[in-house]
C-alpha cells in the first residue's frame, strides 16, 4: 500500500492520501481523542504523539499536529494508517457515515439557501477539498451566511481571507442578498 502525502495551506496540518475511499458520503472531524471511539482509525491516529485533530474526507484524511515536528510524526501517522487499511476494520464503528448537520434558515429563504448550497457544492467545497479541508453550509439570516470550516481549514491562517475575498465575494456576486460570509 503506498500513501500519498501533500502539503496544505495550514502549516499544522498535513493531509494523506490512502489511495482508497476513506468514507464512502459525508465527512467526519475528530478534535479530540474521546470524539474519536466511534472510529478505529482516527483512535490509533489520536494515539500517535502530537496529533490533536483528525478529518476523514471521501479519500482522503487530515491529521493536525501540536509543536511536535513532522518529521517525528509522519512514520507513525503512515503506519498507523497502513495498518488500519491492511486489517480490514471499518473507518466508523456505527452505520451512520455521515455527520448530523443542523441548518438554520426562515422558510421565505428557502430559494436563496438553495442557490448558496449548490454554489458551495460545486464551486467551493471541491476546491477545499483540494487543501484538505472542508466548509459545509449552516445557516443563512438577515443576509448573513453562516458556514462551519473543518479539516485543514479549522484554525489555516489563510482561511479568513478564503472565507471573506473568495467565497464571500463569489456568493454575493450570484446571490445579491448576501452580505456577509462568517464562520461558526
Not at 493531509?15 to 483512535?43: C, H, M, N, Q, W
Not at 513532522?70 to 495498518?83: T, V
Not at 442557490?115 to 476546491?127: G, N, Q, Y
Request: include cysteine.
Amino acid at each position: 500500500m503506498f500513501i500519498q502525502t501533500e502539503a496544505t495551506p495550514n502549516p499544522a496540518t498535513l493531509k494523506f492520501l490512502p489511495g482508497r475511499i476513506v468514507l464512502p458520503e459525508g465527512t467526519r472531524d475528530f478534535r479530540s481523542a474521546a470524539d474519536a471511539a466511534i472510529s478505529p482509525l482516527a483512535e490509533k491516529l489520536f494515539s500517535v504523539p502530537g496529533v490533536v485533530g483528525i478529518f476523514f474526507g471521501h479519500d482522503f484524511i487530515t491529521v493536525t499536529k501540536d509543536d511536535t515536528d513532522w518529521q517525528h510524526m509522519k512514520p507513525a501517522i503512515l503506519g498507523a494508517i497502513m495498518e488500519h487499511f491492511m486489517s480490514g476494520a471499518p473507518v466508523l464503528r456505527t452505520e451512520g457515515q455521515a455527520e448530523a448537520s443542523e441548518e438554520f434558515f426562515d422558510d421565505g429563504d428557502e430559494e436563496t439557501v438553495d442557490m448558496i448550497k449548490d454554489l458551495l457544492e460545486t464551486r467551493v467545497r471541491p476546491a477545499v477539498a483540494q487543501d484538505g479541508g472542508d466548509i459545509t453550509f449552516k445557516g443563512y439570516k438577515e443576509g448573513i451566511v453562516y458556514l462551519s470550516m473543518r479539516g485543514a481549514c479549522a484554525g489555516c491562517p489563510s482561511s479568513t481571507a478564503t472565507l471573506k475575498h473568495g467565497i464571500q465575494n463569489l456568493l454575493r456576486h450570484f446571490v445579491p442578498e448576501v452580505e456577509e460570509v462568517r464562520s461558526l
